[in-house]
Nanobody, 125 residues
Framework: QVQLVESGGGSVQAGGSLRLSCAASGYTFNTCMGWFRQAPGKEREGVAFIATGGGITYYVDSVKGRFTISRDNAKNTLYLEMNSLKPEDTAMYYC???????????????????WGQGTQVTVSS
């Protein structure tokens, strides 16, 4: 049984930082992983992605230079370091695993087979 469990969300003031973690179990942790977010009334958005080896990453423009995605394959854990947080970063953040491909050529949410339950990030101004 595949499980992705996020942690690390919370409430911070603008300019603050949070580090999200996603612990994976039940499958081989050797595919593309990503973080998505969804704010109330908005569509789910891909925020950051990382290929199996960790050397190739992708970010949505709005978080470039502020967020860093990383993975520890030995621990089957995915991370998202979020700095200089803004109120517009407020959303439920989801960890997702492609489940098939080592690279992240296909980054639409529909291509990700496994999802966590989400962790809330709230940034106040």
């Amino acid at each position: 049984q595949v499980q992705l469990v996020e942690s690390g969300g919370g409430s911070v003031q603008a300019g603050g930082s949070l580090r999200l973690s996603c612990a994976a179990s039940g499958y081989t942790f050797n595919t593309c992983m990503g973080w998505f977010r969804q704010a109330p009334g908005k569509e789910r958005e891909g925020v950051a992605f990382i290929a199996t080896g960790g050397g190739i990453t992708y970010y949505v423009d709005s978080v470039k230079g502020r967020f860093t995605i990383s993975r520890d394959n030995a621990k089957n854990t995915l991370y998202l370091e979020m700095n200089s947080l803004k109120p517009e970063d407020t959303a439920m953040y989801y960890c997702a695993a492609d489940g098939r491909f080592r690279g992240c050529a296909y980054r639409d949410s529909g291509n990700f087979r496994y999802w966590g339950q989400g962790t809330q990030v709230t940034v106040s101004s």
